[in-house]
């Protein structure tokens, strides 16, 4: 099961298509397939300097610059694009939940969870207020993260929202049309 991006009355912002899961999953296979060549590149240079040339200083120099170079690619340039494409994959298979809310705030920082960057999005729920068993009133917000790769869209403080998260990773992003103005393409 796909997402499809659809726009109707109103902003719809659909975050992930099927084009973003094959352009992140061919992104990380091609960071695999580079790490490969690292690996085979430090392999033949390692087979040389220690049968043809014999020189253990320079096969010692081999294995710890290969490896250093492994190491780095690998965290720096594969593992963000396995945590991200493990993301999209998750949310392609997992169960998704809709919600009517209100926006509070967008943060313009960062923060990283499960391997991907987010920005938090506080939303307040459209529900008459409840109260617990103490009179207290029910905390009705929410946090909400916002793929940091993708644009955030422009919303007003008490605009009306529809969401659909996985979790608490958002998927798709529906706000209400303004009043009085054209519904949109």
């Known amino acids: ?27 990380m296979l091609a960071r695999f397939g580079v790490l490969g060549l690292i ?4 392999a033949v240079l390692l087979a040389l300097f220690v049968t043809v040339w014999r020189s253990p200083i320079l ?3 081999v294995c710890a610059v290969g ?4 190491f780095f690619f690998l965290s720096l340039k594969t593992l963000p694009w396995f945590y991200y494409w493990r993301y999209q994959a998750d949310i392609r298979r997992g169960r998704t939940h809709e919600m009517d809310c209100r926006f509070v705030s967008l943060s313009d920082s960062e923060r990283v969870s499960d391997g991907v960057s987010f920005r938090e999005l506080v939303v307040r729920l459209d529900k008459p207020e409840e109260k617990n068993e103490r009179g207290e009133k029910i905390d009705d917000t929410r946090l909400l993260f916002w793929d940091a790769d993708k644009t955030a869209p422009a919303l007003k403080e008490d605009e009306r929202l529809h969401i ?6 958002i998927v798709s992003l529906e706000a209400e049309a303004s009043k ?3 519904e949109g393409k």
């Open 1 to 27: 099961m796909g997402f499809s991006a659809r726009r109707i009355g109103g902003m719809n912002v659909e975050l992930y298509r099927d084009e973003d899961y094959r352009a992140a999953k061919r992104g």
């Open 39 to 42: 690996l085979a590149a430090t």
């Open 59 to 61: 096969s010692i120099a």
């Open 67 to 70: 490896a250093a170079a492994m």
């Open 164 to 169: 659909r998260a996985f979790g608490n990773y």
């Open 180 to 182: 009085g103005g054209s």
